[in-house]
């Protein structure tokens, strides 16, 4: 038995194999259970190997790459258009199989284990921040009740609870008190993690290049360029920047026919953390447009008085996608034209 090309649909337990020969033909349909896939795979000649990408999609490919063979990771999207009639999982690994051979598609780069670590960093940080915000609205809300309104963002949080923990308890029952305590500490312990895992991420920066690099972008910092770093972990799949901020969602939706264009809003395809990241890095820019001597901050000028500000920040996003991208691919460090 031959085997050229190989589809495998990942699942938790039991995984769909189907492969084909030299002309197409198929040789092999098989269901094998997780403990049992390296084994039958190193028992193989090497051969290309397509897999969908998914959350452990990169550990497979690591190891079977391993044992000699080619693989080939494919986005989800891209697969869907090869499946015949009913979706199963053997026809899932057949349009898998099919599609990995296919001369335009677009594969997903392999992430190595410290890239996936620094980005699990990213991904528990992210949940805390939320579950602080949560914490957050719900003391604003508690006290709400009894007639104390407290303004938005963390700062007024935490002098409404530095009062509270002096003494003056604004009117609340003693009860009400002892449960927003009881939040506050889950406050607490919710910053000193956050900050532990910012902590992490700047040794990190610090020892990779890459990330380095693209903190020299106006409006990447930290955060925005070891996420950016870690999830790219080979620049030159994207064959543009124009590309790589299409990835990230950052570019109009098309509806063109007959030869007429029409763009409508962006696509937020992709990657939606860093899409976010980039806009909220994009915010920034926008404020210090009025004291940036740069080309940049001329062109953020002149958008600004044509064009609505949540727009403006969305070309920005997208120019710093482009940017990163080529810093990245032709490893450079950002360096801003003077203003004419």
């Known amino acids: 038995m031959h085997i050229k090309t190989l589809g495998i649909d990942l699942a938790k337990s039991v995984f769909q194999l ?13 269901k094998l259970r997780r403990g049992t896939v390296l084994s039958f795979l190193s028992k193989l000649e090497p051969c290309l190997v397509g897999m969908e990408a ?29 499946v015949k009639r009913h979706k199963n999982d053997a026809a899932d690994a057949e349009a898998i199989c099919e599609a990995v051979t296919r001369p ?5 780069s392999i992430k190595s284990v410290e890239q996936q670590s620094v980005l ?38 935490a002098d409404l609870i530095n009062c509270l923990r002096d003494g003056d308890h604004l009117g609340l029952p003693e009860l009400a008190c002892a449960a927003i305590e009881g ?29 380095q690099r693209l903190e020299t972008i106006p409006g990447v910092g930290i955060i925005t360029a070891t996420a950016l770093a870690a999830s790219v972990p080979d620049a030159s799949v994207f064959k543009s920047g124009r590309q790589f901020a299409a990835y990230l969602g950052l570019v109009p939706r098309q509806n063109s026919s007959g030869g007429k264009d029409r763009l409508g809003r962006i696509t937020k395809m992709g990657n939606g953390y860093l899409r976010r990241l980039l806009v909220v890095g994009a915010t920034s820019v926008v404020r210090r447009a ?11 000028r002149s958008l600004l008085e044509r064009k609505p500000t949540r727009l403006v920040t969305v070309a920005i996003a997208n ?19 003077p203003a004419a």
């Open 54 to 82: 998914c959350a452990s999609s990169h550990f497979w490919a690591r190891e079977i790459t391993a044992l000699g063979h080619e693989v080939r990771l494919i986005s989800p999207a891209y697969v869907k258009p090869y």
């Open 18 to 30: 189907h492969g084909v020969d030299d002309i197409g033909e198929i040789v092999l349909q098989k």
């Open 290 to 300: 009025e004291t940036t001597n740069s080309k940049t901050g001329a062109w953020v």
């Open 104 to 108: 335009n598609m677009h594969f997903v």
């Open 319 to 337: 120019k710093t996608a482009r940017t990163a991208w080529a810093l990245l691919a032709k490893e450079e460090t950002y360096h801003a034209a």
């Open 183 to 211: 939040l506050a500490i889950q406050l607490d312990s919710l910053a000193g993690q956050i900050q532990g895992i910012e902590r992490q991420l700047l040794l990190w920066h610090r020892q990779n290049p890459a990330s």
């Open 120 to 157: 699990v960093l990213h991904r528990s940080r992210d949940l805390l921040v939320r579950q602080r915000t949560m914490i957050m609205n719900a003391i604003r809300a508690h006290i709400a009740e009894f007639g104390v309104i407290t303004a938005q963002g963390p700062r007024k949080v």
